[in-house]
Nanobody
């Protein structure tokens, strides 16, 4: 059974930083791309960033490019999202997700088979 558990959310001031983590279990972590998505109140879930199974390729939403950094440690089965220069519009529940297909990196939420429970990030102005 695949499990994804996020941590590291919380309250930050605009311009501050937070680091999210996602601990994965139940499948061979290094064979699957991983992603971060977020959902703000009243809005649809949106893509934030993805990283390939090896960690060699990353993609970012334009809204976070240059501020957020996605990484992974395959030895620890853990995914990270370093968020810098946070803005109030980054306020949302952040979800980590595991791609449904081995050795494939999608950017659409429909391509991701497993999801964590989410962690709240709130940025005050």
């Amino acid at each position: 059974q695949v499990q994804l558990v996020e941590s590291g959310g919380g309250l930050a001031q605009a311009g501050g930083s937070l680091r999210l983590s996602c601990a994965a279990s139940g499948r061979t972590f290094s064979e699957y791309a991983m992603g971060w998505f977020r959902q703000a109140p009243g809005k649809e879930r949106e893509f934030v960033a993805t990283i390939s199974w090896s960690g060699g390729s990353m993609s970012y939403a334009d809204s976070v490019k240059g501020r957020f950094n996605i990484s992974r440690d395959n030895a620890k089965n853990t995914l990270y999202l370093q968020m810098n220069n946070l803005k109030p519009e980054d306020t949302a529940i952040y979800y980590c997700a595991s791609e449904g297909w081995r050795y494939y990196t999608g950017v659409h939420s429909s391509e991701y088979a497993y999801w964590g429970q989410g962690t709240q990030v709130t940025v005050s102005s």
